[in-house]
């Protein structure tokens, strides 16, 4: 993407997610444009609220997911690689066989 692509493509995804502060599809596309356009802190934030809100719903795989893409950002972000201990541990914890099964966007999520 040439950089005025990536700077329109910034002001309209800033502007989506003002709209639809929930989203996380527009969360994780404004991450990665803001990683494309060399702005990699503004990027892990996003990122770091998507693991969080996956992990508050359950979601333990999807947030697991997310902290190891912000560790492709920066390999040694500590608070990240504390969260995805934690979730780690969560997910051992959780009994074999069972499923936390949630509604997301219109449709069910079983994780």
Not at 58 to 78: N, S, Y
């Amino acid at each position: 993407m040439q950089p005025r692509d990536i700077k329109r493509r910034l002001k309209e995804l800033a502007a989506a997610l003002k709209a639809e502060p929930g989203s996380i599809p527009k969360r994780l596309e404004l991450a990665a444009v803001l990683r494309e356009a060399g702005r990699p802190a503004e990027a892990i934030d996003l990122y770091r609220g998507v693991a969080e809100a996956y992990a508050e719903d359950g979601r333990l795989v999807q947030a697991m997911a997310v902290c190891k893409g912000i560790l492709d950002v920066d390999p040694e972000h500590r608070d990240t690689l504390e969260m995805l201990a934690a979730l780690a541990t969560r997910k051992q914890q959780r009994p074999s066989g069972t499923a936390t099964v949630s509604q997301v966007g219109g449709r069910w999520v079983a994780e």
